[in-house]
């Protein structure tokens, strides 16, 4: 599989670290030039820049809240006049407030939705005039499994990820016959510091249902990712991607 992005112009939200900074590495890898954004990881960011250069791929980092939706149209502004297109956006950015409902503060379910789903509405929105007019591109989301899954704890995450989900389709169902490929990313656990965070007792029994009984390594998402927007998968629209080491396909 070539998964040639040779002169392709990327977006990745939320590239400095986990499963966004793989992201960004391999659209590299397979030749494209990488923008991505971060908030509070601003070192995370500029080693990755810098690390990205010493192999001689460009990724370069941009302070963009997803929250705010001046900064990210600016953002995609500056991408597409810095490099007079935009092929490729990956809505990565995303965050856990978990908390029993009873006790879940109005700000932390808000906060969930307002960065992993309005946020991913605001870069797409952006992104798909160039695109549009291009009649070319490819937008890949990152959902969960949480989409899937009820899971105590994670109203907010879950309601996020599904909301996506179907935002993913509906987008696809708009932009596909005008030539923009829409496709969405479940994975499962995958090793970052968002399940480094998890409660051991939780981490014991996901791995029990994980077939593979291991997390998943943050290339193994970011391989799939750089296939969906390549040109590889040019028939594949519309669809949710699961990776997660087998968990959601057998009971165990
Ligand atoms: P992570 O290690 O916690 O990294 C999150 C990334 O999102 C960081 O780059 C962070 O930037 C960025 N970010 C957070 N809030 C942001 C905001 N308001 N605006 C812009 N960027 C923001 O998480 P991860 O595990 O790699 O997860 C990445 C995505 O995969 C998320 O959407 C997550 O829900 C999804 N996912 C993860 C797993 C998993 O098991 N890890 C499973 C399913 C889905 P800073 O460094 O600047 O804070």
Redesign the pocket.
Known sequence: MSRNLDGKTALV?????????AVVEDLCACGANVTF??????S??RELEESCAAAGWSATPVL????DSQAVTSTVEEVVSGHGKLDILVC?????RDQYLMMMKEEDFVDVIQ??LV?AFRFAKAACRPMLTAKSGAIVT?????AIFGIAGQTN?CAS?GGLVAFTRSMAAELAPKGVRVNAV?????E????AKMPRQVKRSAMDRILLRR??D?AEVAKVISFLVSPDAGYIVGQEIVVDGGLTSAVS
């Not at 970052?192 to 399940?195: C, K, Q, V």
């Open positions: 939200t939320g590239g400095s670290r986990g499963i966004g900074r954004t971060f908030v509070k990881g601003e995370a960011a963009c809240d997803s929250r990565n950015a995303g965050i856990t960065t992993n946020g990152v959902s969960s499994i949480a995450y990820k479940l994975p499962g656990f995958i970052t510091e968002m399940t997390f998943g943050p």
